[in-house]
């Protein structure tokens, strides 16, 4: 089944919680954190859901003032037993849509070749490296999109 991309809403909360941590065990954020990003919807963050009856994944955008024109993709996740399928590039088009005018950035680890080849796909590109940057000395890779004019 397709998923439905829908904004989150509170009653998500607890699901999120959980994939988060399926998704990213010891680097999942906690369950006082990700309802700090619900706080956060009516001020700075857009968190999108991919609705299959439950939820297959999540993105969480920073998506500041009109005034700044940087939005920032603070993470994204799909459910392992749903990797592979379509819905990362579903959640990233409907983000991207919201984000007509502006740069997109965000933060990769270098190992990690499936998020990079889910940005390069979408025209993200890298612009910088911070060395070691991650527990154990990975490297982090700045990635930035715009809009093709
Ligand atoms: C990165 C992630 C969100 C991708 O989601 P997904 O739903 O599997 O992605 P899609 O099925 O939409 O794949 C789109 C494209 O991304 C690339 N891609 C996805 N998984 C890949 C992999 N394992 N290896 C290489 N490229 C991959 C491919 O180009 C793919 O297109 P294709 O299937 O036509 O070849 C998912 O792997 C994930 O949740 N990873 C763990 C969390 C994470 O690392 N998040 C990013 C850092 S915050």
Redesign the pocket.
Known sequence: MRPRIRAARTDDLAELVALDAA??GSAAWSEVAWADEFDRLSEDRVVLVADEGAI??YVVLLVPPVVLDVVE????????A???????????TVALDRCTGRTVL????AG??????????FGFVEISRRSGYYAGGEDAVIMRWREES
Do not use: D
Request: contains cysteine.
């Open positions: 998704c990213f297959a994944g993709v603070l993470r994204i996740a799909v459910a392992p749903e990797r592979r399928t379509g819905v990362g590039g579903q959640l990233l965000l933060e990769v680890a990690n070749e499936a998020a990079i080849g889910l940005y390069q796909g």
